[in-house]
């Protein structure tokens, strides 16, 4: 995706094994971007059948159809609110219950995840963070 190239053949292969589909039905999209794949092949139902029972398998079904679009704009109006200076500094996450009622507090900070994934919990970034712009900037 970084690189901007389409989809190779033996990425594509991966994916008609992974799906359980024949190969042939993946390679239309060679060439082609990511994105193009995920848009026609999973959300538009080109590769993931969409309307049977049981398939495709749990782990691959959506569970509200358009959570796309409701992350998108929960991002846009956070970008507007940012540009407005009417939130704070910081990175903060929105969560919604669609099964529950809503909360009156859907947005809150985010916090370290702790499985030291995070580059802000690599060792060498927070040395290199402090020595560049002092301790007293770095969160730990």
């Given at each position: 995706?970084?690189?901007?190239?389409?989809?190779?053949?033996?990425?594509?292969?991966?994916?008609?094994?992974?799906l359980?589909?024949?190969?042939?039905?993946?390679?239309?999209?060679?060439?082609?971007?990511?994105?193009?794949?995920?848009?026609?092949?999973?959300?538009?139902?080109?590769?993931?059948?969409?309307?049977?029972?049981?398939?495709?398998?749990?782990?691959?079904?959506?569970p509200?159809?358009?959570?796309?679009?409701?992350?998108?704009?929960?991002?846009?109006?956070?970008?507007?609110?940012?540009s407005?200076?009417?939130?704070?500094?910081?990175?903060?996450?929105?969560?919604?219950?669609?099964?529950?009622?809503?909360?009156?507090?859907?947005t809150?900070?985010?916090?370290?995840?702790?499985?030291?994934?995070?580059?802000?919990?690599?060792s060498?970034?927070l040395t290199?963070?402090?020595?560049?712009?002092?301790?007293?900037?770095?969160?730990?």
């Amino acid at each position: 995706m970084h690189t901007g190239q389409g989809l190779s053949r033996r990425l594509l292969e991966a994916v008609a094994a992974g799906l359980d589909r024949p190969v042939n039905d993946v390679l239309v999209c060679k060439g082609r971007r990511v994105r193009d794949l995920y848009v026609e092949g999973v959300c538009g139902g080109g590769l993931i059948s969409l309307g049977s029972t049981g398939s495709p398998r749990q782990e691959l079904h959506v569970p509200l159809a358009h959570q796309s679009a409701l992350a998108g704009v929960l991002l846009a109006a956070a970008l507007v609110r940012r540009s407005l200076s009417v939130d704070a500094e910081g990175t903060s996450i929105t969560r919604i219950d669609i099964l529950g009622a809503v909360s009156d507090h859907l947005t809150q900070p985010a916090l370290k995840a702790g499985n030291g994934f995070c580059i802000c919990e690599d060792s060498d970034y927070l040395t290199a963070y402090r020595a560049k712009y002092g301790a007293d900037r770095a969160r730990t």
